[in-house]
């Protein structure tokens, strides 16, 4: 009963900072991918390396269990699904955590898009064993593998290079590149001016 309280509580504040930096605002997310605003983007870099850094880190020290650590499978579906999920984010304005988060703070646009994800996640259960025929998803690169080995973890290293170390790097570069960005690359649109007279 606790791990359940615990994850309600720790969805709750994961939900409440995705509303607040604005990624369940879909004009937010079109603004980050035309490069007019990149301020998401930044929180966004900045989460996933400080998350790198704080597992590998802690891997390192002895404080994280690498037992815990998770890899997907790599397969053509995966990159596919990827670029299907690339492309709906792009249209929606939502990814499947942020729609859900964006139904939560009152958007109605937000349960069409989730109506729509579980409908897609329905068609692919039922036509699965068509796509597991077509060898799509068959294992590539290795399966299940890490960019580095990782010490006491049970994911082959596509490198001999340190994946703790590599990781913790990773993770303090995608750090400093949030922190390097500027908060928009493009221009929102150029001013209208009054016609000369």
């Given at each position: 009963m606790t791990s359940i309280i615990l994850a309600i509580v720790i969805g709750a504040a994961f939900g409440a900072v995705?509303?607040?930096?604005?990624?369940?605002?879909?004009?937010?997310?079109?603004?980050?991918?035309?490069?007019?605003d990149l301020r998401l983007a930044k929180a966004i870099l900045l989460a996933i390396g400080t998350g790198s850094a704080l597992m590998f880190g802690g891997q390192m020290l002895g404080l994280v269990d690498v037992g815990h650590m998770s890899v997907k499978t790599a397969n053509v579906g995966v990159f596919l699904g990827g670029l299907m999920l690339?492309?709906?984010?792009?249209?929606?304005?939502?990814?499947?955590?942020?729609?859900?988060?964006a139904a939560a703070s009152g958007?109605?646009?937000a349960l069409f898009f989730i109506a729509g994800g579980l409908l897609g996640a329905a068609a692919y259960m039922v036509t699965y064993p068509a796509w597991k025929a077509s060898g799509l998803l068959d294992k590539i690169a290795g399966g299940a593998v890490t960019l580095g080995t990782v010490p006491g973890s049970k994911f082959?290293?596509?490198?001999?290079?340190?994946?703790?170390?590599?990781?913790l790097v990773l993770g303090l570069g995608f750090v400093a590149l949030a922190f390097a960005l500027p908060d928009r690359l493009m221009r929102a649109g150029v001013p209208r001016t009054a016609p000369a007279e």
């Open positions: 995705l509303d607040r930096v604005g990624a369940a605002n879909p004009n937010v997310i079109n603004r980050m991918l035309n490069l007019t690339g492309a709906g984010w792009a249209a929606a304005g939502y990814c499947p955590g942020t729609g859900v988060v958007r109605k646009d082959e290293g596509m490198t001999a290079l340190p994946g703790d170390i590599l990781g």
